[in-house]
């Protein structure tokens, strides 16, 4: 019994740590996550236009407009064989 009430110690320790982390996030790491999300939304709409038939070379585009100023480089921050 007393090891049971030590192990929910702590992971409601861990858990408390956890938030704090997460409430105490920087500016820039903030921004930084948001634009993940911004790209990650591009890359999906990306994926379903492929999926939809669309050559690559239209889904290309919809992609680069998507993410202009979010992303460096032409493929959205994200490069990958073909």
Not at 18 to 40: C, F, N, P, Q
Not at 67 to 77: D, E, L, M, T
Request: hydrophobic share 45%.
């Amino acid at each position: 019994m007393k090891n049971w009430t030590i192990v929910h110690m702590i992971i409601a320790s861990s858990a408390i740590f956890s938030v704090a982390s997460a409430a105490e996030l920087d500016k820039a790491t903030k921004e930084d996550i948001a634009r993940h999300r911004v790209m990650a939304v591009a890359h999906e709409n990306a994926a379903k236009c492929l999926e939809s038939g669309k050559p690559d070379a239209v889904c290309e585009k919809q992609l680069q407009v998507e993410c202009k100023g979010v992303a460096i480089g032409k493929f959205c921050g994200m490069k990958h064989q073909h």
